[in-house]
Each structure stands twice: as C-alpha cells, then as structure tokens.
C-alpha cells in the first residue's frame, strides 16, 4: 500500500540523511507508484534532492520499466552522473530506452569522462545520433576520447582542466580563476598544468604552491618539472597502479608527442581500483567477471555452466585416481573415510596460497625478480603445516580406527599434499601469468586437481605399502 505524504516525507527525508542504507521498501514502492501515475512533480518532491549516488542505488532497485521512466519524468532535473553510480547492465537497460533528446540534453551537464562512459554504452547507430546532435567542440572531444581503447587512460581521463603558458606568474594565475565562470573551469582540480604554444606538457604547480608563492612569481619558477604523467593509451590499471604507489590524487595524460590531452583524478581511479577487486572476486569463484546482479537469467547460466563443466572434468580425473585403487578402498573402509580429509586440507592449503599468488601477481608485487624466493616460502609454509597437520590427523585416525598403522600413513600422506598443494598454488597462476592467461580465471580447476590427485594418490599409495594391500 502506498505511503501517505507523511510516511513518504518521513522516509525520504531519512533517506537523504543516511542514504541507499535507510532506503526502505515502502519509499521505493511509493516512487514507483508516483513513476506509474506519470505525476512528475511527485516524482521530484521525493527523489529531487538526492545525491546522484543515492539516485543510482535507487535506479537500481525499481522495477525495470520504471527505470528510464523516472529519468524521462524528472527531465532537466535528473542528474545524468547518477548512471555512473549505477551496474553497466542497468545503465545500458535505461539508455536503450531514452530517446536521443533526451540523452543529448543530459550528456551536456557531465564531465567528459562521464559523457564518454555513457556513449560506450549505446549502440553504434544511437551514438553517432547523440555526437551529432551535441555542439561541435564537444563532439570533436568526445570522439577523441572515443578512439582511444578500451578501458585505457584516454578513455577515463577528463579533458577540461587549467592549462597556463610558463610566463604567467602566480596572481595572473589566480586572478584567471576568480574572473572565469563555473562553466570554463573543471568542477574540481589541484593543479595548473604548464605547457608551450604547441600544449606539450613542461611541468605543474599545485593549487597549495600557487597560493603560498608571491605574486609575482613566474610558473616557470615554481613548476615541478618532473611531474608522473601517463599515456592517453596506456592501460587503466596501469595507471592505477601509479595512483596507489605514490599516493597521488591527480596526473597528467599526454600522447605520444607528450602533448596534454587530458586528466585522471582520484575519483576515476576509486572506480577503476573497485572494479579489478570485484573481477578478481568473481574470477576466483569461477564467475564471468563481468557477471552483476541485474544481468539476463540465461546468460549468467550459460556462463556458469561452462565453468562448473570443466570443474566436472576434473572431478573425474579425481575419480579416475580413487578407481585405480578400487580394491584397496574394498579391503579397508578406514581409507575411504579418511581420504576427503588429506585431499580436503590440501586443496584448502592451495587455495590460501593461490589468493595470495593471484593478488600479488595482480599488484605486481610478484615479478620474476621475487618468484624464486615466494616459492621457496611458499613449500616451507606448506612443509610446516604439513607436519603439523599431520600429527594431529593422524593421532586422530588411528585413535578413531583402533588402527596405530594409520598415524604414519595419515601424516606421511597431508605432509605430502599440504606441501603439492602449497607449490601447486603458486606455480599454476605464474605459469599462467607468463602463458597471458588470467590467472584469477583459470587457476582455480588445475589447482584443485592438482591436490586431488596428489591427496588421494598420496595417501591411498602409501597407505597400499604400509598394509600391504593388493
């Protein structure tokens, strides 16, 4: 039932106050209503005030229809950033919808990057549609930004910043800010870029040495000369890798020529950072890392089921093992139930040491130069936990069985296995690093047959000598 304008006053004003948090069913519900009814002004009384991400996490809990019918009702009022707030899916779902207008209209009170991201998410025919209609020195920006690949500094960088020729001196500088409208600055930055008459890029001077310099001082004078700057086609997560090593908020994008083309700030990079995080999540879990809530039924099936097939195939390999020791398993039961158990810890052992082999192949933490000594450190961790590991199981065993014999088999066999399962961990994701293979996506199924097969085969082996089975 919807809510009366009190109860909905009460929850958005809570919602404004703590955010996506506090979002309750029936403030959802009742923007639905009001979006259903097509009463606009409805509409912006309860979502008007809302911070672009607390509208993106409200986009993403209405229904589908309701969606691009909410960013049609409020108009000029929507704030086109809440659609970077929000999964690519739903983004694409909601533009799909929205007639040319009304993404031209939008698209012009973004940042460039923004602006960008929004077109890659059009189809070819609507996005030559939507360049055509917007002003021709956006246009021609905005295709720049285009041509750049995917995912590269070129596309993420801003194009709108403050660049000064080296004579201008510091009160030049700051009297060109105080005298220039919102429009002709960017809606935030830190530094002043130098450049010469052709924009090559000759140093910055951030906004803290500009204020504390007298002035009269030239930028020439008080410029860093050695600023960190990036390629316009240099990798996103390069570039983010450069933000987290040296703590910087901001840099320069220059092109092959070194010429200034753009800008990354932090808040492109936080965005970036999340995204690798989320994609090395999910890859480890053997989920298409571009897999989100919203996505088609069918296709997140299809993917998932190509994962759990080739876990499937080797599972029978597993099971190929435990075959070849059919008749030993026939004679003692004891081995059968303790297999799971040496087999288990093992893949356990390698599963810690792949996240970590992963991660620091994903941060470049683990180069060549450390590889040898990480692997070395890596069987030392598993020989410790093997020997400790098997003391304990195999005190347990032999006591649960009423079978001494079993305290040397069961600790000789999770030695073996935590040790296979500490060097398959990290071996198997550099040997896919240096293959070009993701080593978040394919690791996983060849390390945890590796454990398998050496713990069952291990255990079963040693257990076949020290009794004497057939």
Do not use: C
Request: glycine share 8%; charged share 25%; no cysteine.
């Amino acid at each position: 039932m919807p809510l009366d304008h009190e109860d909905t006053a009460t929850a958005a004003e809570d919602f404004h106050d703590d955010g996506a948090a506090s979002l309750s069913r029936e403030f959802v519900l009742d923007v639905e209503g009001a979006i259903a009814l097509g009463d606009a002004e409805r509409v912006r009384e309860l979502v008007g005030d809302l911070h672009e991400a607390d509208l993106g996490a409200l986009l993403e809990l209405l229904s589908h229809d309701a969606r691009p019918r909410l960013v049609e009702l409020m108009g000029a009022d929507f704030d086109f950033t809440a659609l970077m707030e929000v999964g690519e899916a739903t983004r694409e779902e909601i533009l799909e919808e929205l007639p040319v207008e009304t993404l031209v209209e939008g698209m012009r009170e973004l940042e460039s990057d923004d602006a960008v991201a929004i077109l890659e998410a059009l189809e070819p025919k609507e996005q030559a549609e939507v360049l055509e209609a917007l002003p021709a020195q956006e246009r021609i920006v905005l295709r720049r930004s285009l041509d750049y690949p995917e995912d590269s500094a070129g596309r993420l960088m801003q194009t709108t910043f403050v660049a000064t020729p080296p004579f201008w001196t510091a009160g030049r500088v700051l009297d060109f800010f105080r005298e220039s409208g919102e429009e002709n600055l960017p809606e935030s930055f830190f530094e002043v870029f130098v450049v010469d008459p052709a924009y090559h890029l000759l140093g910055t001077v951030f906004l803290d040495a500009l204020v504390r310099a007298k002035p009269s001082a030239r930028l020439e004078e008080i410029m860093q000369t050695d600023r960190r700057r990036v390629k316009a086609i240099e990798d996103g997560a390069e570039a983010a890798r450069l933000f987290e090593r040296y703590n910087l908020v901001s840099v320069p994008v220059v092109d092959e020529s070194e010429r200034l083309v753009g800008v990354l700030t932090i808040d492109d990079i936080v965005d970036v950072i999340q995204e690798q995080a989320s994609e090395e999540i999910l890859a480890l879990g053997g989920v298409n890392p571009e897999e989100e809530l919203t996505d088609d039924f069918w296709w997140i099936a299809r993917n998932r089921f190509t994962w759990l097939s080739v876990n499937m195939l080797t599972a029978f390999i597993t099971s190929t093992v435990l075959k070849t020791f059919q008749s030993q398993l026939e004679q003692m039961v004891a081995l059968a139930v303790l297999g799971p158990i040496v087999a288990g810890q093992g893949g356990n052992s390698a599963t810690q040491t792949m996240t970590v082999a992963v991660r620091a192949l994903a941060t470049r933490e683990l180069t060549r130069a450390n590889a040898m000594r990480i692997i070395f450190r890596e069987l030392a961790i598993g020989a410790v936990n093997g020997a400790a590991f098997g003391m304990v199981t195999g005190i347990v065993a032999a006591n649960w069985f009423n079978n001494v014999g079993l305290w040397p088999v069961m600790g000789l066999a999770m030695f073996t296995n935590l040790v296979a399962g500490a060097l398959g961990g990290i071996v198997v994701p550099l040997a896919f690093d240096k293959m070009k293979f993701d080593p978040a996506v394919a690791s996983g199924p060849f390390v945890t047959t590796i454990t398998d097969v050496i713990g069952y085969g291990a255990f079963l082996t040693i257990a076949s000598l020290w009794f004497h089975l057939g």
